[in-house]
């Protein structure tokens, strides 16, 4: 059902809050199976492991690593996968999804040992570019809101 509005400002408190929930809702969810695409076929497909262990589920392809935050009618996603503790490297905290993406860098996270992983493998850049290319966060933002009860055109 449709809202009434005789005051303007309360109509736009009322499309504030509604675009902001949607973009908490449906679109971290568009935005996250898209990263999840990209972090399976960028990093986890690219190659196996053997000076380590992946940590399953719970490392890099943990959908809960990826999060957001709504500012200002927009959205910030991250991922805030940790370093794994304890496995003899240099790095620790939030910050792994930067390496893999960027690869060792002398200004950021760095690789303790060698190997092929020491390359980028850009899976956010290249989340980023299949969200400016496509118009699925567009279509989630637009089905969020229908599902409000806003008419979309």
Known sequence: ??????????????????????????????????????????VLSTYTPTIYERRGAYGIGDPNNIVGEVRDMSLEVDNITRFREGYGTSNHGIGLADLIN?????????????????????FIDNTQEEIDKTDRVDRALEKGLKRRGHDIG
Do not use: A, W
Request: net charge negative; with cysteine; aromatic share 10%.
């Open 102 to 122: 960027d690869g060792d860098r002398l200004d950021g996270y760095y690789y303790d040992y060698p190997g092929v992983f020491n390359l980028p493998r850009p």
């Open 1 to 42: 059902m449709k809202n009434i509005y005789d005051d303007l400002d309360e109509l736009l408190k009322d499309m504030c809050s509604d675009i902001e929930d949607t973009l908490m809702d449906e679109v971290l969810d568009e935005v996250r199976n898209i990263e999840m695409k990209h972090i399976q076929r960028d």
